[in-house]
Nanobody, 120 residues
């Protein structure tokens, strides 16, 4: 199994940018599709973005399309989420996980996540 640890969150003003990282350890990192999810206080956890095991396919929630970019570096066992033009509604705890592309549901367990706070 793969273990994932998120980092890179923080406080940023609206319109700013952040780059989240998800460091992985374990076996066969490149064999997994990976995704980012987020959960705002009092809200359900929702899908943000995903990338196929080969890195050739990207998927985004409509709310972040054109603003966020997901990428992966299999040599570094890391997946990234570049977030630009951040909005207050992007405020949430962000989680990464291996995902089943057919449903965009997580396969791995949830970790601690990383907090992203966007101020007005």
């Amino acid at each position: 199994q793969v273990q994932l640890v998120e980092s890179g969150g923080g406080l940023v003003q609206a319109g700013g940018s952040l780059r989240l990282s998800c460091a992985a350890s374990g076996r066969s990192f490149s064999s997994y599709a990976l995704g980012w999810f987020r959960q705002a206080p009092g809200k359900e956890r929702t899908f943000v973005a995903a990338i196929g095991w080969s890195g050739g396919s990207e998927y985004y929630a409509d709310s972040v399309k054109s603003r966020f970019t997901i990428s992966r570096d299999n040599a570094k066992n890391t997946v990234y989420l570049q977030m630009n033009s951040l909005k207050p509604e992007d405020t949430a705890v962000y989680y990464c996980a291996t995902v089943y592309i057919a449903t965009m549901k997580n396969l791995s367990s949830w970790g601690q996540g990383t907090q992203v706070t966007v101020s007005s």
